[in-house]
């Protein structure tokens, strides 16, 4: 298990993009599939996006394919979440998480999580 910190959240208008990143809290990240989930209140915490550590295979969310895209940094020890076109549905607190399985996309899949980044979209 390794703690993960996540930035780059905040409040933005509809329309507009965020760029939230995620990296290891002083150790390397090894995984397999690396991650974000999100949840806004009142809601259970809900699947966004997906990559394997070569970077071969990604999936999204119904809600945000074509507006999100998830990337690895250098070193596939980063990774992160553009967000364009964000609605206001969108607002959350995100999580970015790492699995030791492959193509993992189910919570209980993921072993290394962060603490959140809020994300709040205005109309």
């Known amino acids: 298990q390794v703690q993960l910190v996540e930035s780059g959240g905040g409040s933005v208008q509809a329309g507009g993009s965020l760029r939230l990143s995620c990296a290891p809290s002083g150790h390397t990240v090894s995984r397999n599939t690396m991650g974000w989930f999100r949840q806004a209140p009142g809601k259970e915490r809900e699947f966004v996006a997906a990559?394997?550590?070569?970077?071969?295979?990604?999936d999204y969310a119904k809600s945000v394919e074509g507006r999100f895209t998830i990337s690895l940094g250098p070193g596939r020890n980063t990774w992160f979440l553009q967000m364009n076109s964000l609605k206001s549905d969108d607002s959350a607190i995100y999580y970015c998480?790492?699995?030791?399985?492959?193509?993992?996309?189910?919570?209980?899949?993921?072993?290394?999580w962060g603490r959140g980044t809020q994300v709040t979209v205005s109309s």
């Open positions: 998480a790492a699995s030791k399985e492959h193509f993992a996309k189910i919570e209980r899949e993921f072993d290394s």
């Open positions: 990559i394997r550590w070569s970077g071969s295979w990604t």
